[in-house]
């Protein structure tokens, strides 16, 4: 019926050409044009202080990179020279004991609330972990300073990087759970169809799957973890010299952004230009470990 | 209520041996009846279709077979379903082992993303098998005629494959396991003509080994390889809720030229009411 109807109509109507032309003076050819105009030049300022920080950086930073800031210590005022090596281990540390923590903690959170858990609890978990990640630093810190190192009575990497695992824990529990969703309901079922039981389907296929994500949900936790200066400024501290293997991390621990936080606010200059070598090292590790997470997840899944 | 007053034949194969039988069996996801009291009967090595109409309750049916229904949270199912001699619902009864037994294939091709050879070897691996590996990798892909385009690209991941190769290797990956059955819920809906002949082509030589019970809404498909076909029609009661039931089960020849129920009649010949 509306066949028909369409038909008749329409055989009475001449074809236009012209109709098909484009007009570039309408009014929502212009504004199309217009409002293109505008989301491309927001794009553009949301990536131009990446840029305008990472120039900074190397302008700065490069001037007062020498080879010897790896291997030296923090020099005193207005002595030249000298480096932050016990920095780059204190961070590397620190991010490394947070990470030891809060990975396995946080995958395994990640795979109850995904795979075994139902309704309501859930919820609340993953509520709670939202609530935790936004969290300030400075609170995780002092957290960590009363729960760590006022009952061992020191400052040590270990409660530096309980602080740094507290504040990665949020991060990977939230991009492994996203992760894990994503892996599709058919192929759980395919396992199960199989023969596989619960913990056999979720090692064995729907992990591996996930594995590109987790990887670069846990980088991300790194790359901020390494960052935050908040959390480390009293659990960690902060010490001019070398780490003692004796004391198995038991002491206080220097760390990049807490270098860079008390040598950028003193007048000295020597310590100032390390201070900046120091944030460009940083920088330079963080896009690191971005690149290094772009790569794991060029594996293919779903 | 229209019940079907037609009784399903006992045993619409005479000679065959009956590996599933359901007695009375209704599904329920929580309150909500989703098919009710069907009883049928599936001989050995022969191919069944469920026909019929969106929610009919056919798939449902399907995975009561080898318990996959358990994994929707709710799910009740009545009445009784004996495989061979043994109530599949029975409390002594592992779901796990029900699986390895029954096997499935479904509607979207499914491999894991991993290796051909890892898709195939993972439900041997997870069921402890013994013998030789790379035998069984292949004996299973050569009886799912996909071993020749596939032998040389084993260490490939089975999602670069095609996806009318992608559902031989779900097929292949089914049957590594030898199971006596295998359920397929309408594992060419997502595949081409050319795709969808090799695999019904493939079914007819699985059945020489395998009870096949296919789900489709194809009906051409049925009429061509099926040797049963059981219609299922969906009733709606006062509050909307849709229940399917089974209306027939007889010879696939019978359903489609002989029908005994009107609904089925209408339904083979393409008029609904």
């Given at each position: ?41 927001f ?7 990446l ?89 995780i ?74 990887i670069t ?7 901020r ?21 004796g004391?198995k ?49 060029q594996?293919?899944?779903? | ?24 069996v ?60 043994t ?5 002594d ?24 050879y ?43 494959l ?13 049957i ?30 699985l ?16 009429a ?50």
């Amino acid at each position: 019926m509306t066949l028909e109807y369409y038909s008749n109509n329409q055989s009475n109507i001449e074809f236009d050409p012209a109709s098909l032309k484009k007009n570039l003076s309408s009014f929502r050819t212009l504004f199309g044009l217009f409002m293109s105009g505008v989301a491309g030049l927001f794009t553009f300022m949301a990536i131009v202080p990446l840029f305008i920080i990472l120039s900074y950086l190397l302008s700065k930073g490069i001037s007062s990179l020498r080879l010897q800031v790896f291997s030296e210590l923090p020099p005193p005022p207005l002595v030249e020279g000298g480096g932050f090596g016990n920095a780059i281990i204190g961070t590397v540390l620190m991010v490394g004991i947070g990470a030891l923590i809060s990975v396995p903690i946080g995958v395994m959170a990640a795979i109850y609330l995904s795979e075994f858990s139902e309704g309501k609890l859930a919820d609340w978990i993953r509520f709670a972990t939202n609530v935790l990640s936004g969290v300030p630093s400075i609170i995780i810190g002092v957290f960590a300073y009363i729960a760590v190192v006022l009952t061992t009575r020191t400052y040590s990497a270990w409660a530096g990087g309980f602080a740094l695992a507290i504040l990665m824990l949020p991060i990977i529990v939230r991009t492994t759970d996203e992760a894990l969703k994503l892996v599709p309901q058919e192929v759980r079922q395919a396992s199960i169809g199989v023969g596989a039981n619960n913990y056999q389907t979720v090692l064995q296929v729907v992990l591996p799957a996930a594995i590109p994500a987790i990887i670069t949900g846990v980088t991300l936790a790194v790359a901020r973890a390494a960052g935050e200066t908040a959390p480390l400024l009293f659990t960690a501290l902060f010490t001019q010299f070398w780490p003692n293997w004796g004391n198995k991390l038991v002491e206080p621990t220097a760390s990049l952004a807490v270098l860079v936080y008390n040598f950028a606010i003193v007048p000295f200059q020597n310590q100032q230009e390390l201070a900046w070598a120091a944030a460009f090292i940083l920088v330079v590790l963080v896009l690191l470990t971005s690149i290094i997470s772009r790569i794991a997840t060029q594996a293919r899944t779903y | 209520m229209n019940k079907p007053t037609f009784a399903p034949e006992v045993a619409p194969s005479p000679n065959g041996e009956i590996v599933i039988k359901a007695d009375n069996v209704s599904v329920f996801y929580g309150d909500f009846l989703a098919v009710r009291d069907v009883c049928l009967e599936i001989p050995k090595h022969k191919i069944v279709a469920f026909i019929g109409p969106s929610g009919c309750g056919k798939s449902t049916m399907l995975r009561c077979f080898n318990r996959m229904n358990e994994l929707i949270p709710g799910t009740k199912v009545e009445g009784k379903i004996t495989f061979y001699e043994t109530d599949l619902y029975g409390s002594d009864v592992d779901a796990i082992s029900v699986r390895r037994k029954i096997g499935m294939v479904f509607q979207k091709p499914n491999p894991f993303p991993k290796s051909i050879y890892n898709n195939i070897a993972y439900g041997a691996w997870v069921n402890h098998y013994q013998g030789d590996m790379d035998e069984l990798v292949e004996r299973s892909l050569r009886r799912a005629f996909l071993w020749d385009e596939v032998k040389d690209i084993l260490y490939q991941s089975g999602l670069d494959l095609s996806g009318g190769q992608q559902q031989r290797l779900c097929i292949a990956r089914a049957i590594a396991i030898e199971p006596e059955i295998l359920l397929m819920d309408e594992p060419c809906s997502a595949l081409d003509p050319i795709s969808t002949k090799n695999i019904e082509d493939l079914m007819q030589e699985l059945k020489q080994r395998y009870t096949i019970i296919i789900v489709t809404h194809n009906m051409q498909q049925a009429a061509r390889i099926s040797d049963l076909t059981a219609f299922f029609n969906v009733e709606t009661n006062d509050k909307g809720d849709k229940t399917g039931y089974l209306v027939e089960y007889a010879a696939t020849k019978s359903i489609f030229e002989t029908p005994q129920q009107q609904a089925t009649l209408d339904y083979v010949s393409g008029r609904f009411s």
